[in-house]
């Protein structure tokens, strides 16, 4: 035993002292290959903004001419920020639908979602004196009855699966709250009227207000949640309202006529404000919330629970009429340390006049040009004077060669007549989205007017 024992211990000894010595490069190897690998940015994208038009007839012919623009440049969907009628005109049922044809005839997918003048202000009397319910739950059925897009444009250009609220037994009636997933982003649409948010001062419950603010609560809640377990890089919030992040002005004749005196002392928006407090306290990735307005403007007016400025959060507010010539390219690169970047495009004046039924659009390289240059959040970064920004992403520029949406896809023109179309504000529009004629029932006739 004592003899086995040596001879064991001679041989380990001998194999010890020939076995080649581990460097520690090939330590540094072995460690390296074992670590993950980081996983890939999304790659970049575009989206095209707009938000406050029509508003008249005679800006149809100009926004559906913007449209055209759009389908001509690298967009891969288009975003109205609600308010597809002026205040002042009627929400009767034949206006909204053929509202909603012109918005259909986007070459690009488009996402709607409602505003004030849509719904909740359609109880004045230059609205009609209509039930505001009533007419929220007429776009219900006619803009949000599916999960179709009101602008499908080419097969496969934009793939992304739209979920809606409604997809909740609570929620049931909110088909116009909305989420996708696109490119590592996360897109959330909100019913967030601009007359304080729906709130009526008058007696009574305010019903309609404080069940849709749960609703809102909820559906931000579950899109925090969403973005949190697919990773990520982004998040935008698309709502019809300015939410008024500036400060109440206090002391003298200017706090007596703010407007937030006006409302006898309720906010409606100060839920929504809270809600923002504590999703980008949660999620530390970039949120852009887009609002409709008249004119270009992106600031960073979030403050946390503090007071100091939340610098993840930036607020972009839309062109709108009269400013009816231009719309908002945004584009998303991950690769980037600044995700949003935000461009005035202006409408080509090759496109800018109304086409004729059964015309075809003129057929230009691009039907959108950059105006007024581009800004990362909150910083501009203005483009000399005369010179066209070109959009990251291989966006078409004046003088390519390759053939524009409006060359591929004419405008069509209406069925019937010529008077008949010659008098229709919508001519040369094909309704392609899931619209309906104004003569189908629906559940909103129940309520009335």
């Known amino acids: 035993m004592a003899v086995r024992l040596v001879t064991l211990a001679l041989t380990t000894g001998l194999a010890l002292t020939c076995a080649p010595p581990v460097s520690a490069k090939t330590t540094a190897k072995g460690a390296a290959k074992a670590q993950p690998k980081a996983p890939s940015k999304p790659p970049p994208f575009e989206f095209a903004v707009l938000g406050n038009t029509p508003f008249g007839n005679a ?19 288009v975003v109205h920020a609600g308010n597809l009628k002026s205040a002042s005109e009627s929400c009767r049922d034949d206006l909204i639908t053929q509202r909603l044809s012109l918005l259909a005839s986007s070459p690009k997918p488009l996402i709607f979602v409602p505003g004030a003048n849509d719904w909740a202000d359609c109880e004045r009397a230059s609205d009609g004196g209509y039930n505001p319910v009533e007419r929220l739950d007429f776009l219900r059925d006619h803009a949000f009855d599916d999960d179709a897009l009101l602008g499908p444009g080419p097969v496969g250009f934009a793939q992304f699966d739209l979920t809606r609220q409604s997809d909740m037994a609570r929620f049931r009636q909110y088909h116009e709250n909305v989420r996708w997933f696109y490119r590592g982003v996360v897109f959330v649409g909100i019913n967030l009227p601009g007359n304080n948010n729906n709130y009526r001062s008058a007696g009574g419950r305010n019903g309609e207000f404080e069940d849709r603010v749960i609703a809102t609560r909820v559906w931000l809640q579950h899109a925090l949640v969403y973005a949190q377990q697919n990773d990520a890089v982004g998040m935008v919030i698309v709502a019809q309202a300015d939410p008024e992040f500036e400060p109440a002005r206090s002391g003298g004749m200017g706090g007596i006529f703010s407007d937030r005196n006006g409302r006898r002392g309720v906010d409606g928006y100060k839920d929504f404000r809270a809600q923002l407090q504590r999703l980008t306290s949660r999620f530390k990735a970039p949120v852009l919330l887009i609002d409709a307005g008249k004119t270009m403007r992106h600031v960073q007016p979030l403050r946390d629970a503090h007071g100091a400025q939340v610098k993840s959060f930036t607020q972009l507010t839309t062109y709108g009429s009269p400013t009816i010539n231009r719309w908002i390219r945004v584009t998303v690169d991950p690769r980037t340390p600044q995700l949003f970047r935000f461009e005035s495009a202006l ?8 086409p004729a039924a059964n015309a075809p659009r003129p057929a230009t390289g691009a039907s959108v ?12 970064a203005r483009v000399p004077s005369g010179a066209s920004a070109a959009s990251p992403g291989g966006a078409s520029t004046p003088g390519s060669s390759a053939p524009s949406y409006s060359a591929l896809y004419p405008a069509s023109g209406l069925p019937g007549n010529a008077s008949a179309a010659s008098s229709n504000p919508n001519q040369g529009v094909t309704p392609i989205g899931p619209m309906r004629l104004p003569n189908v029932p ?3 006739a129940a309520h009335g007017n």
């Open 442 to 444: 629906s559940r909103s």
């Open 59 to 77: 800006e149809v012919p100009v926004t559906r001419n913007v449209l055209a623009g759009i389908g001509d440049s690298q967009a891969a969907f």
């Open 369 to 380: 040009q950059a105006a007024q240059g581009t800004a990362i959040y909150g910083d501009a």
């Open 347 to 354: 409408l080509s004046p090759n496109n800018a006049a109304a």
